[in-house]
């Protein structure tokens, strides 16, 4: 049985570990966030329409990777992380963000502020299926109106690269219980879960349609820019492994819908 959502980076050789080993210099994860950071700025860009002031929640901000590029861009932003290990990788890369160790998703657990940004990078795909629900639940509740944001990512999209290996590891699995190794999540199955929150899709963005191994057929620069090129594509950006998901509570907003 894999562990669960509280038993990850409980120690620090694994908190740094995952620091170093997944966004490696050059390596395929840096190159993909990059250009999420890019459609992060545009998501805030556009929330700046409407909200001169900016206040921000980075949610199961592990190393602090998301955290500190929000610190750049909005007026405040605080990371709250379960794990007390990858908190403390964090304060060492943010220069004013609030960095806080807390279990936002345990019963009865106080609300700590409203936002008008919440993010949540890496955290739904491996995380149990009934505490997704109980995730979008607890992060709408901290929205601070009907134009703030809650953008959240899929980074194993399973109409993507990562489709061919489905059938291995759905024998790898069988009889294991979940795992956060090889794990998939489509949009849909994803999506389905919003009404339920009081939550509503205005925008889909994709990047990552090739697979890491681009990176050892061409340099990392042309690889990038053929990679922003296809998540700039409406037609390709679907079948992209990372799907960035951008919603708001359910009602009018200024802010308009639409979906790429």
Request: aromatic share 8%; proline share 3%.
């Amino acid at each position: 049985m894999g562990q669960s959502y509280s038993q990850h980076f409980q120690n620090d050789a694994e908190a740094r570990q995952y620091e170093a080993a997944e966004y490696a210099r050059l390596g395929y994860s840096s190159l993909l966030f990059e250009i999420e950071c890019q459609q992060l700025q545009e998501v805030i860009a556009a929330l700046r329409r409407v909200k001169p002031t900016v206040q921000a929640l980075d949610f199961a901000s592990g190393t602090g990777r998301i955290t500190a590029f929000l610190e750049n861009h909005v007026d405040a932003v605080t990371g709250i992380e379960i794990s007390e290990q990858m908190c403390s990788v964090a304060r060492t890369k943010v220069r004013q963000a609030r960095i806080l160790c807390a279990d936002i998703l345990a019963p009865g657990a106080a609300v700590e502020g409203k936002y008008d940004l919440i993010t949540a990078f890496r955290f739904f795909l491996n995380v149990e299926p009934a505490l997704r629900r109980v995730a979008l639940r607890a992060l709408a509740g901290r929205l601070r109106d009907s134009d703030s944001l809650l953008v959240f990512n899929n980074h194993g999209n399973l109409w993507s690269h990562k489709l061919l290996l489905w059938p291995y590891h759905a024998l790898r699995r069988l009889g294991k219980g979940r795992a956060v190794a090889g794990n998939y999540l489509s949009s849909r199955r994803m999506l389905a879960l919003l009404p339920q929150s009081g939550l509503q899709i205005i925008r889909t963005m994709g990047c990552g349609f090739y697979s890491p191994k681009i990176l050892k057929l061409m340099a990392y620069d042309r690889a990038l820019r053929m990679e922003r090129r296809i998540a700039a594509s409406r037609g390709l950006s679907p079948w992209c492994v990372n799907q960035m998901y951008v919603t708001k509570l359910a009602g009018r907003s200024a802010l308009p819908a639409c979906r790429d």
